[in-house]
C-alpha cells in the first residue's frame, strides 16, 4: 500500500480531541501475521486510539520472522503508542513519530523479534519514547530520540532472556525521566550522542545489564536523585565498557556527576575523556557490601585518581597512560568536541589501538584525522589547529600541534613571529625529532 506523499495523503483514525479513552483501534492493524512483503509507504497516520493490545497508529502481530516495511511514514497525535509490535521483525526507516496524545509512546515492542529502525526521528510523547519489553533485539541506525516526557528509551528486560539492543549513529536528548534505562539487558552504542537529558541522567543499567560504548559522548545530562549519576548510572551487577568516548558537563545532587555505581558493578575505560562534570567523577558507592571494580587505561581523566571516590570496598585498577590535561575540545559552547591538533590528547591512545587514519588512536570519540605523515611540519601565524595537516600551505598555528603528529627522524620548522604557548614535551615523541629548526620567540617549555 503506497500514498502519494506522506504530507497530503493521510490515514485518519477519527481519534478526537481531546481523545475518548472509551474509543479503541489502531489506525492500520496488521496483527494477522503479516510478512516481509507487505509495505506501507509514503502516508501520515493520525489520530488512532489504543489500549494494551490495541494500538493507536499501526498493531503488528501473531507472527515471527521478517515483518512489514514500513517508509516515509509521519505518525502524529496518535494515543497509546504509533508503532506496536508484539512478534514480527518489521523495518521502520525514513519516518517521524512526534506528539502523541493521552499516556503515547512513540514505539513499543514485545516477544522474540529484531526489527530495524533506521533514519527516525521520535519526539514529544507524554510517556517513554521506545519501551523495549521482553526478549525484543531492535537495531536502531541514525535514529534520534528527544523530547518524551516518560524518559527517551527504556528496556525491561528478563533475566532467563536478556535484550539486546544496537543503537548505532544517533541521539538520544533533551528526554525527562533520563535518556536511556536498561533491565536485564546488553546495550551496544556506536557513535551516539545522550545529551541534556534530566531526571534520572544520561544512561542508567540495572540488574545485570551491560553497556559497550564505543565513540559516543554523553554530554550535559543532569539527575537531582539521590544514588544516581549525571551521565552513566550502573546497579546490581552490571558492567560498562566505555572505549575512545567521553562524558563531559555532565551533573549530579551527589556525587559521581560521570560515572555511579553501586552493588558489584564492573567499569572498564579506555581511550576515553572525563572532564568537566559537576563533581567528582566516579563513584563506587558499594552498598549492601558489595564490591564495584573500576579499572582505567590511557584516558584523560580530571583530577587524576583522585577524581574517584570510593568506599572501603572498592576496587580501583589505575593502569597505564592515564592523563589529567585539558583535553582541548575546538568549541565546547557550539558543541564541537572534536579535538585541536594541540590537544596532547592526540596519539596517546593505547598502543596497540589505530585510529582510521592508521596512526596510534586518540583518546575521545572525534580523533584528528591527518592524510599527511611527514617528515616536515611547518607551523605559522596563518595556520589553524582545526583543519590543518601540518604539510606546506596548511601548516599548523601550534609548536605544539607539530610536536603532537612528528614521527622518528622529523622535522619541525617554524615560521618568524611570536608563538605564545606552553609547549609540553613529553620524553616519547620529543626524542622522535631530529630538529626543530624555529626561533621560538616567546614559548615556554615545560617537561612532561
Known sequence: MVGDDSSNTIIDGGLGAPPNPDQYGPVIDLNDGQNSTTLIKNFTIQKGSGSEGSDGGILMGGGSGPGPILENLLFKQNNNASVTSF???????????????????????????TPLIENVTIDGHEEEGVYIGESANPIFRNVTISNNFGGGLIIEGVYSDPNNVSFINGQIKSNSNGGISANHANVMLNGVEISENTGDGGLVLNNLSSAVITQSKIIGNSTTNDGKGGGITSFDGSTVLLLNSQITGNTQNGSGSAIYCSRNNHVNIVNSILWGDDTQEIYLDNADNGSDTLTVAYSDIQGGQNSVTTDELGIVNWGSGNIDVNPMFVDTASGDYHLLASSMLINAGHPDSTDSDGTRADMGAYPYLNTYSGPNWFVSNNGNDTTATGEGPSSFRSIQAAINFASDGDAVSVSSGNFFEILILEAERLRFLDQVVAPLMGALMEPW
Open 87 to 113: 512478534g514480527p521483525s518489521f523495518t521502520l526507516k525514513n519516518s517521524r513519530i512526534m506528539n502523541g496524545y493521552w499516556a503515547a509512546k512513540g514505539i513499543e515492542l514485545h516477544y522474540s523479534q
